[in-house]
């Protein structure tokens, strides 16, 4: 069957589960790069590819979009997006997905790695920081083409709750959040702002409490709604947010999971902070000053990364 011309920039999505194909749509919508979707299960991948090529004439995209079980199609991309995995049910937790989710993310990285090896990996699936390093190990590239989703999926739940609160444009908000993807997460209010304007001074303190454990229980809230699988389209929207910054290499400063090497006093760890996204992948972490208690926060949250991590032995 003749495929789509696929003559650009390749970005290849591992995984044409929910998010998987949300962040194939993305790309090929924006005309980011051309999308090799790649799942294990046949069919599958160029079934949702097919679908997708055939909404261009409609949309007017021309970017290439080809669906495949075999990693000789993912040569040479100049990203790999990782998604495959399990999606937690009700009642699971992200941690319960640790040893599954490892053995598959060290499978797929290992096999793109080597048909890519000069890419940028974009790790998504989770629990997340504990599959960043899964994702290093497997592919031996530096640690700055690794980085994790997850600080602007879990910001822009908080900036959707802050636009929901004061009725104003969720575009009007700005916000990041630290540490682990998991129940440990840290939003920052004191940094969060609304038309520039400091949120602790548009609400009560207990009014930002309760937004920021909705935003902890932001994806439990959406896996309850759904009773099957979990959130895909803000992780969709997140993810293609990551890709444009490192594709146009805009030197974007986005929340996401970094590896650690002394910065905000944790040596070796993937966990969520403030990085600046370039073609290079994580060009810098960025260390911004905190309070006593988001110090503690976050170094609780890091220390639940690094039992998970421990827990991974030979994958880690
Ligand atoms: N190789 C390739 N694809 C695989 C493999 C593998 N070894 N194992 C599983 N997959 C594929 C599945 O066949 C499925 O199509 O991964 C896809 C996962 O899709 P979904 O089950 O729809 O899960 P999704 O909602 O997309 O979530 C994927 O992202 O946000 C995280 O927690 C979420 O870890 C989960 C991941």
Redesign the pocket.
């Known amino acids: 069957m003749p495929q789509a011309r696929m003559p650009r920039r390749k970005v290849t999505v591992?995984?044409?589960?929910?998010?998987?194909a949300t962040v194939a749509q993305r790309v090929v919508e924006t005309g980011l790069a051309d999308v090799v979707l790649?799942?294990?299960?046949p069919g599958?991948p160029q079934g949702k590819a097919l679908d997708l090529a055939e909404a261009a004439p409609i949309l007017g995209y021309d970017v290439g979009v080809i669906g495949t079980n075999d990693y000789a199609d993912t040569a040479d991309s100049t990203m790999i997006v990782v998604?495959?995995?399990?999606?937690?049910q009700p009642g699971m937790s992200?941690d319960d997905?640790l040893m599954k989710?490892a053995q598959?993310v060290s499978?797929?990285v290992g096999q793109a790695a080597r048909h890519s090896p000069n890419a940028v990996i974009v790790v998504?699936?989770?629990p997340l920081d504990a599959m960043c390093h899964v994702a290093l190990k497997a592919s031996g590239f530096p640690h700055r083409r690794v980085v994790g989703m997850a600080g602007v999926l879990d910001a822009a739940r908080f900036r959707t709750f802050m636009a929901m609160e004061l009725g104003v444009s969720p575009a009007n908000t700005c916000a990041f959040v630290l540490g682990g993807h998991g129940d440990t997460m840290v939003p920052v209010p004191r940094y969060a702002t609304v038309g520039g304007i400091p949120l602790p001074q548009l609400m009560s303190q207990d009014t930002i409490e309760r937004l920021v454990q909705r935003t902890r229980d932001g994806g439990a809230e959406i896996v309850s709604l759904l009773k099957s699988?979990?959130?895909?389209y803000a992780?969709g929207a997140a993810t293609a947010e990551m890709i444009d910054a490192i594709l146009e290499d805009r030197h974007k400063i986005l929340p996401c999971s970094a590896y650690l090497q002394g910065e905000y006093g944790v040596q070796g760890l993937f966990v969520g902070v403030p990085v600046r996204l370039s073609r290079a992948g994580v060009e810098e972490v960025v260390e911004v000053e905190l309070t006593d208690d988001e110090r503690r926060e976050f170094g609780r949250s890091a220390a639940a990364v690094k039992e998970l991590v421990e827990k991974l032995g030979t994958y880690a």
């Open positions: 591992i995984g044409a589960g929910n998010v998987g790649l799942d294990i299960v599958l998604t495959s995995g399990l999606a937690r992200r997905l989710n598959i499978d797929v998504v699936t989770n699988g979990s959130a895909y992780p």
